[in-house]
């Protein structure tokens, strides 16, 4: 239809563009004749959409059917403006009209037009000038054809062929067509799934055919040219199956379809489609297969079928309890048409019995569960649930069983109600579950009358708890009523933060697996009081934790009487911590005491000798000065003295003599100057003299103490010279106890010196004293060392009574805790130490200029 359609379009199209090139050999011919009245009557009924314009694009001239085309009827439009008439029309259309009035030919083959209702239509369109006799440009004709059905028509085309394309390409199949012309086969169509099916293109099919030919299996060749022929000169559809070898040797099967037709020339067309039907075949081939094993098996499963018969029958007898199948017709007929042979050991009766008297089932029901058992067969048959019951039956030897039955009912053609089910006999269950009932009442009356609580904990998913079991004891107890603890989170019970520990607790035993005591503290009724609570876990039959049970007793008064005896044990300890330590400072007192007597009694008497020595060797040095200088008198006045003299002053060497004598006196002098000096800073060590409160220069105590430790600090073997650095303040005169600080800066000092011979390696060894005021009113003491330094556990430790690092028999660890209570205690003051494992140690003593302040 869309190709006859554009057909019509396309002579008319060409009948108009001959009468176009009529009318424009006539506009030129009007040049020369100047015959404007033909020329308008020919305009106007030509078939033609022609428009003459003046150069202002007034209307000169309009055919019929430009008014036709463009909507104008009757209007008069001779002499107005074009664009007065379409004032839509674009800036593009002027700028045309602008150019063709410049002398240029515009034309288009294909362009759109908007009318005023909004439609499109398609025109074709061609504009040319028209000259004045003076050669001028005199304005412009348009000559336009209105082309939108033919437009629309070849849009359908395109449109039809693209479905047509998109079809063929989406088919599981390859459209064809093949023509035989004079005894050659060619291809004039075919879609692109030849690819897929054959491995080759639709072009090279489409170029040579031969190439599909070709891969037609051998042995399928001959069927495919008898079913080809047949179709042709029987004019019958054509359907062919065989197998075609791709160019990879991949064997597929596919199956040809089509209706061939001859046309005028007398050629032979084939259309249809090439389908691939391998997957189709293969599962023939399977099916084929499986019918054939089928066949087979069909007849092994008759055999197998009797012997399972027999055997399900056997199984059917040595199954505890009995199966059975039970019928009741919509009369309420019953019938048993299969018994196992249980029914004996349940029943007593034989199942041909049953089968033959269905009734005697109900006869056989307790008379006190007959209506009981048959509303629950009414039941199931109505609404065709299952039948799970429980009755009692009197067996002819007059025993009474507990019997339970279970069977999904079935509703057939017809309304008869079939059930297949079991019956089992649970007399011996039912005794145990009357036995567990009195254990469970009996459990239950020592769950609620015990005086002690009890509780249980349900254990849930992802560790969750909730309270299953709270006793009368509980509720007592705790204020608490039953009711506001089932179902309750532990939170919910105690309050978010004695929850929280609750909840760990419980978290523990589940984690743990076993039993867990514990004493915990809860408040209830606004008052703390102390529990000893024991958990024990329940496992199920998976070994997982499913539930706690807890008991409970109040312990309040017994731990109040515990916290009192701790207090009390506490109270022991500090007064035995503070009889310790006074006896440490009467220890060190006297010790001190002692030391002190003894260093000012041997200071006195170490002074009285030095003291005649020292004053001795003032006069007789000048005794030696003067003897000295009589000798040389002599020698100068006798120089040549007799020989016995002569040898006595070789023998004595008295030229070294008389110059060693002056140093040696001059040595003993310092000699016993120094040991003047150690006297007396044994005697300002000692300060026996001063043991009240005081003011003192501490740099004097500092001063006597390292003159004491001198000798330690001297270089020896294995031992550097240990390098004393001081930087003293301008300090004032301090109130204090002098031979108890003194004795301060002896244990610091020392430890000093023990660190660095303990632990120095390689560079100079320094002790570094430095003294401040510091704040106005105090003063500080640094004594700080390049030693190894002090760990961090053990600075806490280190004023502590009797703790040390030192080997045994080197100290006893009171140094520096006596040294703390004389700075803090005696003196108000501080004593610290600052120290880094590497660095050395600093320790620090801050003391008050003035207690008074």
Same mark, same amino acid.
């Given at each position: 239809?869309?190709?006859?359609?554009?057909?019509?379009?396309?002579?008319?199209?060409?009948?108009?563009?001959?009468?176009?090139?009529?009318?424009?050999?006539?506009?030129?011919?009007?040049?020369?004749?100047?015959?404007?009245?033909?020329?308008?009557?020919?305009?106007?009924?030509?078939?033609?959409?022609?428009?003459?314009?003046?150069?202002?694009?007034?209307?000169?001239?309009?055919?019929?059917?430009?008014?036709?085309?463009?909507?104008?009827?009757?209007?008069?439009?001779?002499?107005?403006?074009?664009?007065?008439?379409?004032?839509?029309?674009?800036?593009?259309?002027?700028?045309?009209?602008?150019?063709?009035?410049?002398?240029?030919?515009?034309?288009?083959?294909?362009?759109?037009?908007?009318?005023?209702?909004?439609?499109?239509?398609?025109?074709?369109?061609?504009?040319?000038?028209?000259?004045?006799?003076?050669?001028?440009?005199?304005?412009?004709?348009?000559?336009?054809?209105? !082309? #939108? @059905? &033919? /437009? =629309? $028509? %070849?849009?359908? +085309?395109?449109?039809?062929?693209?479905? *047509?394309?998109?079809?063929?390409?989406?088919?599981?199949?390859?459209?064809?067509?093949?023509?035989?012309?004079?005894?050659?086969?060619?291809?004039?169509?075919?879609?692109?799934?030849?690819?897929?099916?054959?491995?080759?293109?639709?072009?090279?099919?489409?170029?040579?055919?031969?190439?599909?030919?070709?891969?037609?299996?051998?042995?399928?060749?001959?069927?495919?040219?008898?079913?080809?022929?047949?179709?042709?000169?029987?004019?019958?559809?054509?359907?062919?199956?065989?197998?075609?070898?791709?160019?990879?040797?991949?064997?597929?099967?596919?199956?040809?379809?089509?209706?061939?037709?001859?046309?005028?020339?007398?050629?032979?067309?084939?259309?249809?489609?090439?389908?691939? !039907? #391998? @997957? &189709? /075949? =293969? $599962? %023939?081939?399977? +099916?084929?297969?499986?019918?054939?094993? *089928?066949?087979?098996?069909?007849?092994?499963?008759?055999?197998?079928?009797?012997?399972?018969?027999?055997?399900?029958?056997?199984?059917?007898?040595?199954?505890?309890?009995?199966?059975?199948?039970?019928?009741?017709?919509?009369?309420?007929?019953?019938?048993?048409?299969?018994?196992?042979?249980?029914?004996?050991?349940?029943?007593?009766?034989?199942?041909?019995?049953?089968?033959?008297?269905?009734?005697?089932?109900?006869?056989?029901?307790?008379?006190?569960?007959?209506?009981?058992?048959?509303?629950?067969?009414?039941?199931?048959?109505?609404?065709?649930?299952?039948?799970?019951?429980?009755?009692?039956?009197?067996?002819?030897?007059?025993?009474?069983?507990?019997?339970?039955?279970?069977?999904?009912?079935?509703?057939?053609?017809?309304?008869?109600?079939?059930?297949?089910?079991?019956? *089992?006999?649970?007399?011996?269950?039912?005794?145990?579950?009357?036995?567990?009932?009195?254990?469970?009442?009996?459990?239950?009356?020592?769950?609620?009358?015990?005086?002690?609580?009890?509780?249980?904990?349900?254990?849930?998913?992802?560790?969750?708890?909730?309270?299953?079991?709270?006793?009368?004891?509980?509720?007592?107890?705790?204020?608490?009523?039953?009711?506001?603890?089932?179902?309750?989170?532990?939170?919910?019970?105690?309050?978010?933060?004695?929850?929280?520990?609750?909840?760990?607790?419980?978290?523990?035993?589940?984690?743990?697996?076993?039993?867990?005591?514990?004493?915990?503290?809860?408040?209830?009724?606004?008052?703390?009081?102390?529990?000893?609570?024991?958990?024990?876990?329940?496992?199920?039959?998976?070994?997982?934790?499913?539930?706690?049970?807890?008991?409970?007793?109040?312990?309040?008064?017994?731990?109040?009487?515990?916290?009192?005896?701790?207090?009390?044990?506490?109270?022991?300890?500090?007064?035995?911590?503070?009889?310790?330590?006074?006896?440490?400072?009467?220890?060190?007192?006297?010790?001190?005491?002692?030391?002190?007597?003894?260093?000012?009694?041997?200071?006195?008497?170490?002074?009285?000798?030095?003291?005649?020595?020292?004053?001795?060797?003032?006069?007789?040095?000048?005794?030696?000065?003067?003897?000295?200088?009589?000798?040389?008198?002599?020698?100068?006045?006798?120089?040549?003295?007799?020989?016995?003299?002569?040898?006595?002053?070789?023998?004595?060497?008295?030229?070294?003599?008389?110059?060693?004598?002056?140093?040696?006196?001059?040595?003993?002098?310092?000699?016993?100057?120094?040991?003047?000096?150690?006297?007396?800073?044994?005697?300002?060590?000692?300060?026996?003299?001063?043991?009240?409160?005081?003011?003192?220069?501490?740099?004097?105590?500092?001063?006597?103490?390292?003159?004491?430790?001198?000798?330690?600090?001297?270089?020896?073997?294995?031992?550097?010279?240990?390098?004393?650095?001081?930087?003293?303040?301008?300090?004032?005169?301090?109130?204090?106890?002098?031979?108890?600080?003194?004795?301060?800066?002896?244990?610091?000092?020392?430890?000093?010196?023990?660190?660095?011979?303990?632990?120095?390696?390689?560079?100079?060894?320094?002790?570094?004293?430095?003294?401040?005021?510091?704040?106005?009113?105090?003063?500080?003491?640094?004594?700080?060392?390049?030693?190894?330094?002090?760990?961090?556990?053990?600075?806490?430790?280190?004023?502590?009574?009797?703790?040390?690092?030192?080997?045994?028999?080197?100290?006893?660890?009171?140094?520096?805790?006596?040294?703390?209570?004389?700075?803090?205690?005696?003196?108000?003051?501080?004593?610290?130490?600052?120290?880094?494992?590497?660095?050395?140690?600093?320790?620090?003593?801050?003391?008050?200029?003035?207690?008074?302040?």
């Amino acid at each position: 239809m869309a190709e006859h359609l554009i057909e019509i379009s396309r002579n008319t199209y060409e009948a108009l563009q001959q009468e176009l090139r009529e009318l424009r050999q006539l506009v030129a011919n009007s040049k020369q004749k100047s015959s404007q009245e033909q020329i308008g009557l020919f305009i106007e009924y030509t078939p033609a959409a022609i428009a003459v314009f003046d150069r202002q694009m007034r209307y000169l001239l309009a055919s019929q059917r430009w008014r036709e085309d463009y909507g104008l009827g009757n209007q008069d439009i001779i002499g107005r403006s074009h664009y007065e008439i379409f004032p839509e029309i674009p800036q593009s259309w002027r700028e045309i009209h602008q150019r063709c009035l410049c002398g240029n030919i515009e034309r288009c083959d294909e362009d759109t037009f908007i009318r005023a209702d909004g439609t499109t239509d398609w025109v074709k369109w061609e504009i040319h000038p028209w000259y004045e006799n003076s050669g001028e440009v005199g304005g412009i004709i348009m000559f336009t054809e209105v !082309i #939108t @059905n &033919r /437009k =629309q $028509a %070849e849009i359908a +085309l395109a449109n039809s062929e693209r479905r *047509l394309r998109d079809i063929a390409s989406n088919l599981p199949g390859a459209i064809f067509q093949f023509t035989n012309r004079h005894g050659v086969w060619q291809v004039d169509y075919i879609s692109d799934f030849i690819e897929e099916l054959a491995g080759i293109t639709a072009k090279d099919m489409i170029e040579d055919c031969s190439c599909f030919f070709d891969l037609i299996h051998s042995e399928d060749w001959e069927s495919f040219v008898i079913s080809v022929n047949q179709a042709v000169e029987n004019a019958t559809p054509w359907h062919y199956e065989g197998r075609l070898i791709k160019p990879n040797g991949e064997i597929r099967w596919w199956q040809g379809d089509s209706t061939p037709t001859v046309n005028e020339q007398g050629e032979v067309i084939f259309c249809g489609v090439l389908l691939d !039907i #391998t @997957n &189709r /075949k =293969q $599962a %023939e081939a399977e +099916l084929k297969r499986l019918n054939e094993k *089928l066949e087979a098996r069909v007849e092994e499963r008759t055999t197998a079928l009797l012997e399972s018969e027999t055997r399900l029958q056997r199984l059917a007898d040595n199954v505890p309890g009995m199966l059975y199948e039970f019928h009741l017709q919509p009369d309420g007929t019953m019938s048993f048409p299969y018994v196992s042979s249980g029914c004996r050991e349940i029943t007593e009766r034989e199942p041909k019995e049953l089968q033959d008297n269905p009734s005697l089932t109900l006869s056989d029901v307790h008379p006190d569960d007959i209506s009981y058992v048959q509303a629950a067969i009414a039941d199931s048959a109505k609404t065709l649930h299952n039948f799970g019951n429980e009755w009692r039956i009197i067996t002819p030897s007059g025993k009474q069983k507990w019997i339970k039955a279970n069977s999904k009912p079935e509703r057939r053609i017809g309304g008869e109600i079939v059930w297949y089910g079991y019956m *089992l006999d649970i007399s011996e269950r039912k005794t145990v579950e009357a036995l567990l009932q009195e254990q469970e009442e009996f459990l239950r009356s020592i769950y609620e009358g015990a005086d002690q609580i009890i509780f249980v904990v349900d254990v849930l998913e992802n560790c969750e708890f909730r309270y299953a079991g709270w006793n009368t004891t509980a509720e007592t107890a705790s204020g608490i009523n039953r009711a506001e603890v089932i179902g309750k989170a532990p939170e919910d019970v105690h309050g978010m933060i004695e929850g929280a520990a609750v909840r760990q607790r419980y978290r523990n035993c589940v984690e743990t697996g076993i039993p867990n005591s514990y004493e915990e503290c809860l408040t209830i009724r606004n008052q703390s009081t102390w529990w000893l609570t024991k958990i024990n876990p329940l496992q199920n039959s998976e070994g997982k934790i499913y539930r706690l049970v807890g008991t409970t007793l109040n312990i309040t008064e017994r731990k109040k009487a515990e916290i009192q005896l701790q207090q009390q044990a506490k109270s022991l300890e500090n007064a035995l911590r503070e009889l310790q330590r006074t006896q440490t400072q009467l220890i060190q007192s006297e010790k001190m005491s002692s030391l002190g007597n003894m260093v000012a009694g041997i200071a006195h008497e170490i002074n009285n000798p030095v003291n005649f020595i020292h004053g001795n060797l003032i006069p007789a040095s000048e005794y030696a000065h003067d003897l000295l200088h009589l000798v040389q008198l002599y020698q100068i006045h006798f120089p040549y003295p007799p020989a016995e003299i002569q040898e006595v002053l070789i023998d004595i060497d008295f030229e070294f003599l008389q110059e060693d004598l002056v140093k040696l006196l001059t040595s003993m002098r310092v000699g016993t100057q120094r040991i003047r000096e150690i006297v007396l800073s044994l005697r300002n060590f000692s300060r026996l003299d001063e043991a009240e409160f005081k003011q003192v220069d501490i740099h004097e105590g500092i001063d006597s103490t390292l003159m004491i430790l001198q000798n330690r600090l001297k270089s020896k073997p294995g031992h550097p010279e240990i390098l004393v650095i001081k930087e003293y303040g301008n300090l004032p005169l301090i109130d204090c106890y002098p031979g108890q600080l003194n004795q301060v800066f002896m244990n610091i000092i020392s430890n000093a010196i023990d660190a660095l011979e303990d632990s120095f390696i390689g560079e100079q060894a320094q002790i570094h004293i430095c003294s401040e005021v510091i704040n106005s009113n105090w003063v500080s003491i640094k004594i700080a060392d390049n030693g190894a330094g002090i760990p961090v556990d053990v600075v806490d430790k280190l004023f502590d009574p009797f703790f040390t690092t030192k080997s045994v028999g080197k100290g006893t660890g009171l140094g520096l805790s006596i040294s703390y209570q004389i700075v803090v205690d005696r003196h108000g003051g501080k004593l610290s130490c600052h120290s880094q494992p590497g660095q050395g140690a600093e320790f620090m003593i801050e003391i008050p200029i003035s207690q008074n302040k």
